[in-house]
């Protein structure tokens, strides 16, 4: 099955004359972007912390890998699983943890993703430890990885525009308000939570996939960083805004690459100074708009083609 | 309402105490109020007038005595619940949901009604759609009753503080409840608005057919309302009865004129 | 053996309690974990290198200038960064992230200015052991508790005995009747920054006259993080328990049960702690008034 989707894969990329590096470079922004959107239901929407969403894609990478390496598991059904997996960890650890106050929560999590890297570590009979799990069926091309943070970004949107989303945001705008009109805070904190982790997992399957090979290294508290980082670049509280960081934080170092050594002061710089100056990030509390888009730029050009913003919509 | 739940009270407090370190935030408070009453509890700043909406609300749980809400134990429930069997409260300090529409804040108060589920909202099936019509309607038509309709897009925390707080009421007016606890609803009010907000309230218990209990600090607003008041002096209950008896109690008098107020 | 590995783990408990203490006062005073923390104490230590290995100045001077930088860093932070966060009135989760933010741009720095070289200090250290009771104790372990338990009860003095203390302890309690009372809330806060930042540029150079200077090494941070919510997050006496606690049980699980298993533990330790005792040891649970 795979082969026969690398097939189709490669056909799609010669016919478009898409090399081998742009199909990496996509890859990777396919990853933080599912990565990211989970970060953004669970940072932006309801105002939880996580410094453990890189164990939960250690998790995902994890399991995939050893569900298609020692026992030829079908890597869809893999990916399903070992998401579902890193989703259900996450619930367990939620149930207990979710119920202590802000930074107590956060430690627990910060905790809780060390300790997961510090396991894969040391069982090395299981996971080849520090050395990594070399292998993994190479099921990350750039057609799947495409598909996969398109249906992302579908899911969390329409998650995000239901009863679910509202729920979570009352929850970050005002908890106690929220449990007045009925809205179990608990509950939902653990949903976004289980949320976010079943996608943190997710991407982290698809890592695995690209890399052929994963250490627990890569998923350590520099990564939790960095996708707290890039969801705030993008905006709290917006999945466009998040989609739209996840592709500048991945394609600007690619793009300036005299800048790579300078990436992470730069991120770095880039948080301190949204946070002081404009908190909501890019497109923070809002959507990006076709229509508004289109109505923006009809002002710029002075309002002179009346007919094209109708037909947009 | 049938003759039944007539005959049971809304909602009946039994010796509820209430201690925080050796300060004895309500001390032995006991009420019992009848269907369509509109209940007032009155008294000096630090009265315990909130801790008694907390105790109800279930944000805290007494140290000692029982709650009940039609008949139905609810003491020490979590506020979630207690808001889902149908009491709903506004706050001293307005608690909105600042940065969500004053649509949403309205919509989201009425999530009981959203009885889709997951797959149903990520695939927009015809259930989904039917109950966020619903939602919508149901809104809107709140939104219509305290005259916001016209504000449904704007943000909750842009609109001034007189219509943040009948947002807030409109809010929780969406989760249908039999009981509805005010807390200081006229609140930096003058002594106009205080009027309407008199008989706003009072239109909204005859058509709503709902039972009112509410904290209020304005003694004309609770004289014009209030069928009953309880008034509380530093946690304990000083006076029990119609406004006017109220009013002319010594006890009270002695109370206000030698308390904050 | 074990005595020699608890004073050993006392003396990293010491480094961490200088860390945590500071951490806790800003915490009691913002409700704010100061994320970047443990990047002060990495200035202070590299401070402390320019003006040992490249001024080559004595060990004294290093060290004040060490301690001095720590407390300008932190003070820096506050006034430009911190103080703007607070006044846009939006959660304290934005302090939070401003404060990862810092602690990235401070490491990264340090990596361009510095690379990544492991450096130690040029003086002599003392590496000898004296034996007591059959037991190998490290005299730069010793010295290290030693000037790390002057200090704490120099800062404990502070708290508890002087105006300011009791300014900062109001302004814990409740921070606008404090500012009604005429406190001046701003400029003491300014001053816990300047103090905890000094202290954390101590517990830089200690850090590294142990284990070397580098970039990352505020990572150590985290051990603060750890210590004071163990303590009870705003704790100072919490914080000092906590931090070692702490020191002692990752001194003891790398000689009898694994290194590599060292942060597990500590962690498993903190997260079952936590929920036996949701606030920590000394934590007091505040409930949210409606």
Request: one cysteine or more; hydrophobic letters at 50%.
């Amino acid at each position: 099955m795979i082969q026969v989707f690398n097939a189709i894969n490669n056909a799609f990329c010669n016919f478009f004359g898409i090399n081998s590096y742009i199909q990496g470079v996509v890859v990777l922004m396919c990853v933080n972007i599912i990565a990211v959107l989970g970060m953004s239901v669970l940072t932006g929407f309801t105002r939880l912390f996580s410094f453990g969403n890189a164990g939960f894609m250690s998790i995902g990478a994890y399991a995939v890998a050893i569900l298609t390496v020692r026992y030829h598991v079908n890597f869809l059904l893999a990916i399903v699983l070992g998401s579902a997996f890193a989703g259900l960890v996450a619930y367990l650890l939620g149930s207990i943890t979710l119920k202590l106050h802000g930074d107590y929560f956060l430690i627990t999590c910060l905790g809780f993703g060390e300790c997961v890297r510090v396991l894969f570590n040391y069982t090395k009979k299981l996971t080849g430890g520090s050395a990594g799990f070399p292998g993994i069926p190479n099921y990350s091309n750039m057609l799947f990885a495409v598909i996969c943070a398109v249906l992302a970004f579908f899911i969390a949107w329409r998650f995000i525009h239901s009863k679910y989303g509202r729920n979570l945001t009352s929850v970050r705008e005002n908890e106690l308000a929220a449990e007045a009109v009925g809205i179990d805070a608990f509950r939902f904190k653990r949903m976004s939570f289980t949320f976010s982790a079943i996608y943190a997992g997710w991407a982290g399957a698809l890592y695995g996939g690209y890399l052929m090979y994963i250490v627990p290294s890569s998923f350590n508290l520099a990564k939790s960083c960095e996708l707290i980082t890039t969801t705030v670049i993008g905006g709290l509280g917006s999945l466009t805004g998040s989609l739209l960081g996840a592709i500048i934080v991945t394609l600007l170092p690619e793009i300036f690459r005299g800048l790579a050594n300078y990436r992470m002061l730069l991120y770095g710089i880039a948080v301190v100074l949204i946070i002081m100056f404009k908190p909501s990030g890019l497109y923070g509390y809002k959507e990006f708009s076709l229509k508004r888009f289109i109505a923006n730029i009809k002002k710029l050009f002075g309002g002179k083609k009346p007919a094209a913003g109708k037909e947009a919509e | 309402m049938n003759k039944e739940t007539a005959s049971v009270p809304v909602l009946e407090m039994q010796n509820v105490e209430k201690h925080f370190g050796g300060v004895h935030a309500i001390d032995n408070f006991s009420v019992k109020i009848e269907h369509g009453r509109i209940h007032g509890l009155i008294g000096p700043n630090g009265a315990g007038k909130t801790t008694i909406f907390n105790n109800i609300t279930g944000i805290y749980a007494p140290d000692s005595g029982k709650i009940f809400f039609l008949g139905k134990d609810i003491t020490g429930s979590s506020p979630h619940k207690v808001a889902q069997l149908g009491i709903g409260r506004t706050f001293q300090n307005i608690r909105l949901f600042s940065n969500l529409s004053v649509m949403d804040n309205v919509i989201i108060a009425s999530n009981m009604d959203a009885t889709y589920n997951m797959p149903q909202a990520i695939f927009h099936t015809a259930k989904y759609k039917e109950r966020e019509k619903h939602l919508n309607d149901k809104a809107m038509n709140l939104l219509e009753i305290v005259g916001l309709q016209d504000k449904a897009a704007e943000r909750a925390n842009s609109l001034p503080y007189g219509h943040q707080r009948k947002l807030e009421i409109a809010r929780a007016m969406a989760l249908e409840p039999k009981l509805l606890l005010l807390d200081e609803p006229a609140a930096g009010m003058n002594a106009d608005e205080s009027l309407e907000l008199v008989d706003f309230v009072r239109q909204i218990r005859d058509r709503f057919d709902i039972t009112i209990l509410m904290i209020e600090h304005h003694m004309d607003v609770v004289t014009n309302l209030c069928d009953y008041c309880t008034v509380l002096n530093f946690g304990k209950t000083i006076a029990v009865g119609t406004p006017a008896e109220v009013k002319s109690d010594p006890e009270v008098i002695r109370a206000y004129l030698g308390g904050n107020e | 053996m074990l005595l020699q590995q608890i004073i050993t783990g006392i003396s990293i408990g010491g480094i961490y309690a200088l860390l945590a203490t500071g951490y806790s006062l800003i915490y009691s005073l913002l409700d704010f974990s100061n994320w970047s923390h443990g990047e002060f104490a990495m200035v202070g230590a590299y401070v402390a290198i320019v003006f040992s290995n490249i001024l080559g100045t004595p060990f004294v001077i290093a060290a004040v200038m060490g301690v001095l930088g720590g407390a300008c860093i932190s003070f820096l932070s506050e006034r430009v960064v911190y103080r703007r966060i607070r006044s846009t009135g939006g959660p304290n989760m934005f302090l939070m992230i401003g404060a990862m933010g810092m602690s990235n741009v401070f490491q990264q720095a340090a990596n361009l200015i510095f690379t990544g070289q492991y450096r130690s200090y040029s003086f002599k250290l003392p590496v000898s052991t004296i034996e007591v009771g059959g037991a190998y104790i490290g005299v730069l372990d010793l010295i290290s508790l030693g000037i790390t338990a002057v200090i704490l009860v120099v800062l404990i003095y502070l708290i508890n005995k002087t105006k300011f203390g009791l300014n900062v302890r109001a302004i814990a309690c409740n921070q606008k009747a404090a500012r009604v009372l005429g406190i001046r809330v701003d400029q003491s806060i300014a001053t816990v920054f300047l103090l905890a930042g000094s202290l954390a540029g101590a517990a830089g150079i200690l850090y590294g006259m142990k284990y070397n200077v580098f970039p990352t090494m505020g990572n150590v941070g985290l051990k603060a993080f750890i210590a004071s919510v163990i303590g009870g997050l705003g704790s100072v006496p919490g914080a000092i328990v906590g931090a070692v606690l702490l020191g002692v049980l990752e001194t003891l699980v790398s000689a009898y049960i694994s290194s590599s298993l060292r942060d597990f533990f500590s962690f498993a330790l903190l997260i079952v702690l936590l929920l036996v005792k949701p606030s920590g040891l000394f934590g007091v649970d505040v409930q949210e008034k409606a």
